[in-house]
């Protein structure tokens, strides 16, 4: 009879640990079937993250960058332009032109103003046609500001990816 009354009381102690460790989320939403033992709710719809894609079970991601400077109401630049004041990421720079260019140099500045701050990247124009556009992967924080440089005429377009 002793052996009896201790099993039964290994099993009371053991049935709220089994009853609860299996338990899903609480009625209301759709669940994963993942459970979370520490605090016996599981993930749900409402749940999910921010980019999260639950029925492919990824995390998306996307670039996000900005085209236009300020003030300004086209991408494609052909003369000094101030794109942005204080810290920023500058994504990269792609520039062409239509016909012959004139020679001199095309600079993204760390500043706000022409011909000063730190060069995030510089390009000597050489005088000929570029009419395939070429892109640059700069990656690049500053942060003073972003402002493109032109020493040569309007006739090399540039378009700057930044945020």
Request: charged fraction near 15%; aromatic fraction near 8%.
């Given at each position: ?14 049935c709220?640990?089994?009853a ?5 989320a ?11 033992a520490d605090?016996?709710?599981g993930?749900?719809l ?6 999260e894609d639950?029925s ?6 996307e ?10 109401t ?5 003369a ?10 500058v994504?990269?720079?792609t ?6 260019a004139?020679a ?5 500045l760390?500043?706000?103003a ?5 060069v995030?990247?510089s390009?000597?124009?050489?005088a000929?046609a570029?009419?395939?556009p070429f892109?640059?992967?700069l990656q ?5 500001g972003l402002y ?9 377009k540039c378009m700057?990816?930044?945020?």
């Open positions: 009879m002793r052996t009896y009354g201790v099993l039964l009381s290994v099993i009371m102690l053991l709220p640990v089994v609860t460790a299996g338990t899903l609480p009625a209301g939403g759709p669940t994963t079937g993942v459970l979370d605090s016996n709710v993930t749900t409402a749940t999910t993250l921010a980019g639950v492919n079970d990824v995390q998306k991601t670039e996000r960058y900005l085209t236009i400077p300020i003030g300004g086209t991408a494609m630049i052909a000094d332009q101030l794109y942005k004041s204080g810290p920023g990421y994504r990269g720079i520039c062409y032109s239509d016909a012959t004139t001199g140099t095309i600079a993204l760390d500043n706000t022409a011909g000063a701050g730190n995030l990247w390009f000597d124009v050489l000929v570029y009419n395939t892109t640059v992967d690049t924080p500053f942060s003073v493109l440089d032109f020493t040569t005429t309007a006739d090399v700057v990816r930044y945020r």
